[in-house]
């Protein structure tokens, strides 16, 4: 376990392995996000994929709240399908704070991974580090025609919304199209995993400055030019790689919408 670790962190880490080991329908216990990253601080998260026998899965499903109930104090506790991701089971603990992310698997569910997990617990280490060389571990990265195809609905809608005088609907689709579009083809440009604005404040430079420029103010002369900033950033992240096929109305035909507006 890496020392840059704080304690609080690795008393649960260590909790939660022990948790797995006592109960033999789980498999294996292994560990991802910042763990394996870096980054690691008083703040972050802890990100657990939990293997379970595939005889015992439905139950261990059923029960899943019990298991994160034992690990400690269990605060409150939901399931992932907001993310799409249904065997996640996102958990707060305390008294003091810490996010734990319970997310349980199959064998079967590690051909495919976005990261090289770290093994924390196995019983049967050979068989599981045979699963993970063999698995295909890639980031979901999107191809540029799917940010073609979605940027100008989206700056479309939120335009619509000052239109109307939602400013807190325009407001936050700025900040969606900040996680969805310009945030993951910063890090492309980077040469980074496509991941929203997670830590893009460490890119530096010039485009930070930018990226501040889309966030508005209470104001929909504020919000107006937040969206004019962030068609003009679009386009210059686009350039990176084009679409093969870049919408041809655009971006006139929003630029002209945000002036009637």
């Known amino acids: 376990m890496s020392s840059t670790i704080p304690a609080l962190h690795q008393k649960f880490i260590k909790r939660v392995r022990d948790g797995v080991a006592r109960d033999p329908r789980l498999a294996a216990l292994l560990a991802g996000g910042s763990y394996v990253h870096g980054g690691f601080d008083d703040h972050s998260d802890l990100d657990f994929v939990i293997v379970v026998q595939d005889e015992s899965y439905s139950e261990v499903m059923a029960s899943r709240l019990e298991f994160a109930a034992r690990l400690g104090e269990l605060l409150a506790a939901f399931t992932g399908e907001h993310v799409g991701e249904p065997r996640l089971l996102i958990c707060l603990y305390g008294p003091t704070l810490v996010h734990v992310d319970l997310k349980f698997v199959k064998s079967s569910d590690l ?12 019983r ?58 310009l945030g993951p083809m910063l890090h492309r440009r980077a040469g980074r995993p496509q991941r929203g604005v997670r830590r893009i404040e460490m ?26 900033k962030a068609i003009d950033m679009y386009l210059d992240l686009r350039a ?10 655009m971006p006139a035909a929003i630029r002209n919408y945000l002036a009637k507006t």
């Open 111 to 122: 051909t495919r991974l976005v990261e090289r997990p770290a093994v924390l617990f196995a």
């Open 124 to 181: 049967d280490p050979g068989q599981l580090e045979s699963i993970l060389e063999a698995a295909a571990i890639e980031w979901p990265n999107a191809p540029p025609e799917w940010f073609e195809q979605r940027a100008w609905i989206w700056l479309h809608y939120g335009a619509a919304k000052l239109a109307r005088g939602e400013l807190f609907e325009a407001l936050g689709m700025l900040a969606f199209f900040r996680d969805q579009v």
């Open 203 to 228: 890119l530096g430079g010039s485009a930070m400055g930018r990226l501040a420029g889309t966030i508005a103010t209470f104001d929909a002369e504020s919000v107006r030019a937040a969206f004019l």
């Open 240 to 249: 990176d790689e084009p679409p093969p096929q870049p919408v041809a109305t």
